[in-house]
């Protein structure tokens, strides 16, 4: 099987930044297997990109990141049909905004096991099946990763843990695979995730980018092999400008602007 025909895996594939690395990579002609939830918005999408990339091989198969067999069934989909991987996006994350105290045991589980438990299984699930090239794994780590974040906590430390594991796997495979973190701050894709950013000021309107400008400046890094990326001017600002600042300012200043809005966005 030439390069060519080596798969990347996009996680969060029907989601709105997922939706802007599908089209992007979609654009450069790169084999598609994407994943998400829902049967039926991976088939709508498949339908889609072969009305407008009729030559491109797409893919689906639905998985919850949740659930180590739905996983196991994702991959061994992949090994039925004799797929090889090039590149995993893992785009896929979830998100609750609010005080600790009032989590659910279920929200706990979905928000630790989507964006980190995920992301580690199917690492190592694409590099067990990488081509002959040299493989490529992306994750969409955040921005709120960069300091804890009173009332948006559980989602910061999912994400800065995300970050963790992509930075120490890169050693390991150093030479075998170009591994990347991205860090992006506000990207308008969902209704509440506007609003957040409109509520955000000055600072929230600056700073947020296009999924479709993220996904490009993402692809960049990876292709660049860098370790970690802060994507937008304004957000590398912040991520560096912050650490001049106590951490107790900090933290006073974070949970005043993230303790006015309250939502479980899934
Ligand atoms: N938007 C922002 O401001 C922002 C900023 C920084 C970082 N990020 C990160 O960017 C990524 C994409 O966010 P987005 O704004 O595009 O949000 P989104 O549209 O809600 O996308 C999230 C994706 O995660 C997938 N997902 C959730 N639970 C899953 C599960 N149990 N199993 C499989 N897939 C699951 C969803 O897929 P299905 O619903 O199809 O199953 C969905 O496509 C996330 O990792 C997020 O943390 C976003």
Same mark, same amino acid.
């Given at each position: 099987?030439?390069?060519?025909?080596?798969?990347?895996?996009?996680?969060?594939?029907?989601?709105?930044?997922?939706?802007?690395?599908?089209?992007?990579?979609?654009?450069?002609?790169?084999?598609?297997?994407?994943?998400?939830?829902?049967?039926?918005?991976?088939?709508?999408?498949?339908?889609?990109?072969?009305?407008?990339?009729? !030559? &491109?091989?797409?893919?689906?198969?639905?998985?919850?990141?949740?659930?180590?067999?739905?996983?196991?069934? &994702?991959?061994?989909?992949?090994?039925?049909?004799?797929?090889?991987?090039?590149?995993?996006?893992?785009?896929?994350?979830?998100?609750?905004?609010?005080?600790?105290?009032?989590?659910?045991?279920?929200?706990?589980?979905?928000?630790?096991?989507?964006?980190?438990?995920?992301?580690?299984?199917? !690492?190592?699930?694409?590099?067990?099946?990488?081509?002959?090239?040299?493989?490529?794994?992306?994750?969409?780590?955040?921005?709120?990763?960069?300091?804890?974040?009173?009332?948006?906590?559980?989602?910061?430390?999912?994400?800065?843990?995300?970050?963790?594991?992509?930075?120490?796997?890169?050693?390991?495979?150093?030479?075998?695979?170009?591994?990347?973190?991205? &860090?992006?701050?506000?990207?308008?894709?969902?209704?509440?995730?506007?609003?957040?950013?409109?509520?955000?000021?000055?600072?929230?309107?600056?700073? !947020?980018?296009?999924?479709?400008?993220?996904?490009?400046?993402?692809?960049?890094?990876?292709?660049?092999?860098?370790?970690?990326?802060?994507?937008?001017?304004?957000?590398?600002?912040?991520?560096?400008?912050?650490?001049?600042?106590?951490?107790?300012?900090?933290?006073?200043?974070?949970?005043?602007?993230?303790?006015?809005?309250?939502?479980?966005?899934?």
């Amino acid at each position: 099987m030439g390069a060519r025909m080596e798969y990347t895996l996009v996680t969060g594939a029907c989601g709105g930044l997922g939706g802007a690395f599908v089209n992007l990579l979609a654009e450069r002609g790169e084999p598609l297997f994407l994943t998400g939830r829902s049967k039926e918005r991976l088939a709508a999408l498949a339908e889609h990109l072969k009305e407008r990339f009729p !030559a &491109l091989p797409v893919e689906v198969c639905p998985c919850d990141l949740t659930d180590s067999i739905s996983r196991q069934a &994702l991959f061994e989909f992949a090994d039925g049909r004799g797929i090889k991987f090039r590149r995993l996006v893992y785009v896929a994350g979830v998100d609750t905004q609010k005080a600790a105290e009032k989590y659910t045991e279920a929200k706990i589980v979905l928000q630790a096991r989507v964006n980190l438990e995920g992301a580690v299984s199917l !690492a190592r699930g694409v590099f067990g099946r990488r081509g002959e090239g040299r493989c490529e794994l992306l994750a969409v780590g955040s921005m709120s990763a960069s300091c804890p974040m009173p009332y948006f906590a559980l989602y910061s430390a999912t994400k800065k843990a995300l970050e963790q594991f992509w930075v120490a796997l890169r050693t390991e495979l150093k030479g075998r695979a170009k591994v990347t973190v991205v &860090l992006p701050g506000g990207i308008p894709t969902r209704e509440d995730i506007k609003e957040n950013i409109r509520s955000h000021g000055w600072f929230g309107r600056v700073s !947020a980018l296009p999924p479709e400008v993220v996904a490009k400046k993402s692809m960049r890094a990876l292709s660049r092999n860098r370790r970690r990326a802060v994507i937008g001017f304004w957000n590398k600002l912040l991520y560096g400008a912050q650490r001049l600042v106590p951490l107790s300012l900090r933290m006073r200043v974070i949970a005043k602007i993230w303790s006015r809005t309250e939502k479980d966005a899934f």
